[in-house]
């Protein structure tokens, strides 16, 4: 007997047709003779609709209050999803995040879990039940409600597979698995049959969706192994998992795009010692994310910072950087939202010279202009225009032969219909 855990992403949940499919799909679980945990999203875009109803009341509401909103998106589909087993004439017992024995920080809307309490989903599994979890939702040890940042439940699922020692972690979504770019932006993207823990991070940092970062990092350092696939057929999807000599070794893994990011610029900024960190320490003491950030060549004794932040964080970064441009004497700041990041991600960069080289060439030929650039060591990001995205995604995707094969060696058969 196997302990499975499935994750049921948003569109996964969007109807109560698809309630009822989910609910057929766990009981045929059950059935095979498995211990059965289903973690499941807000049903489609209702966490979108929510947001947007905190919005129109307030641009920045307290953020205990949003956690209190934002976790009610989970809790219908829960129960809704256990009522449509217990129909099927099966037992089911729905459980709110707390209920489940999530732990978490106290960071509201960006909390991590900290801890799975599993006695009560164990004893719930015991009893022959199938278990639904609502995920992106967690209890601070002082018993405020919190939620994970969005894509949580993807966390949620794979804390749950730690927590239980589950054999198998599912992640359910709407497409069969993780792509060599957005299938909807690149239709020549193709499935990844295995992907390693340290390239599918990069690919969830730099916007590939598909799986909540977090989720990645908890997985690697739990050592669970993902398996992403669709619920809307029963093909085999993307295995996510430690490095080993049987995976793919192409140079590049995939092409990833974000959109959800805006551009900060503050102007001659004073260039002394301790200006970046005044400016980033106040960010980081407002709780703004930041990822790429520039500073210019000085001239005349004053400097140019640039940094680019989840536009969710926007409100806070601006008041933040309002209040450090004053307090340093800095010229002005302005704020530019209409950016993408378009990024190449792949293990075999570290030893093929030239990739970047290739991406600026190409890029440039197809007339898009590069306004910031940062690397890892598998990860090549550009920031460009946003209404070019599409155009450099589709670009950089054919200029690495990645809606061919780019596999350069194979040392495993591909996986049927690959
Ligand atoms: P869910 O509601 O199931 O959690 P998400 O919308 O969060 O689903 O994530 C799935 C979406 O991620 C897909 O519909 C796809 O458009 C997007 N996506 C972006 N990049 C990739 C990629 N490289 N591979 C697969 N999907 C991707
Ligand atoms: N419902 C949440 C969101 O839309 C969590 C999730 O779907 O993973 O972000
Ligand atoms: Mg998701």
Request: aromatic residues 4%; contains cysteine.
């Amino acid at each position: 007997m196997a302990l499975v855990v499935q994750k049921y992403g948003g569109s996964s949940v969007g109807s109560t047709d698809r309630l009822m499919a989910v609910a057929r799909r766990l009981i045929r679980a059950k059935e095979r003779g498995d211990q059965v945990v289903a973690v499941v999203s807000a049903m489609g875009d209702v966490t979108d609709e929510l947001l947007d109803k905190a919005r129109a009341i307030s641009a920045d509401p307290p953020e205990r209050e949003m956690d209190m909103l934002l976790a009610t998106g989970e809790q219908v589909t829960i129960a809704l999803l256990a009522m449509a087993i217990d129909t099927l004439g099966h037992q089911a017992i729905s459980f709110t995040g707390a209920q489940a024995g999530i732990v978490s920080d106290a960071v509201h809307t960006k909390a991590r879990i900290q801890e799975v309490r599993a006695d009560r989903m164990m004893e719930a599994l015991d009893a022959g039940r199938i278990v639904i979890v609502a995920g992106f939702q967690g209890l601070t040890p002082d018993g405020e409600i919190t939620t994970l940042g969005r894509g949580g439940s993807d966390t949620t699922a794979v804390a749950v597979a730690a927590g239980l020692g589950a054999d198998v972690c599912e992640i359910y979504t709407d497409v069969d698995g993780v792509f060599t770019a957005d299938p909807r932006v690149e239709p020549l993207a193709r499935k990844i049959d295995t992907i390693s823990y340290e390239e599918m991070l990069e690919m969830a940092a730099t916007g590939a969706r598909v799986l909540q970062l977090r989720s990645v990092e908890f997985a690697r350092n739990h050592n669970v192994v993902i398996h992403v696939r669709s619920s809307f057929n029963d093909r085999e999807g993307t295995i996510v998992k430690e490095a080993d000599e049987t995976m793919e070794q192409a140079i590049i893994s995939g092409v990833t795009h974000d959109t959800s990011e805006a551009k900060v610029t503050v102007r001659d900024v004073p260039d002394r010692p301790g200006v970046a960190a005044e400016v980033f320490g106040r960010l980081a003491d407002a709780n703004v994310n930041v990822d790429m950030i520039i500073q210019n060549v000085s001239e005349a004794g004053t400097t140019d910072i640039s940094f680019t932040t989840p536009k969710d964080d926007l409100v806070r970064a601006i008041k933040a950087v309002g209040e450090v441009v004053a307090d340093l004497g800095a010229r002005e700041w302005s704020v530019d939202e209409s950016i993408a990041k378009v990024s190449l991600v792949g293990a075999g960069m570290k030893t093929h010279p030239g990739v970047a080289a290739l991406m600026f060439r190409s890029l440039a030929d197809a007339g898009v202009n590069l306004d910031m650039i940062s690397t890892s060591a598998i990860r090549i990001s550009c920031v460009i225009a946003a209404d070019q995205v599409d155009t450099a995604v589709r670009t950089l995707h054919k200029a690495f032969g990645l809606d061919e094969r780019s596999v350069i060696a194979e040392t495993a058969p591909a996986a049927p219909g690959a």
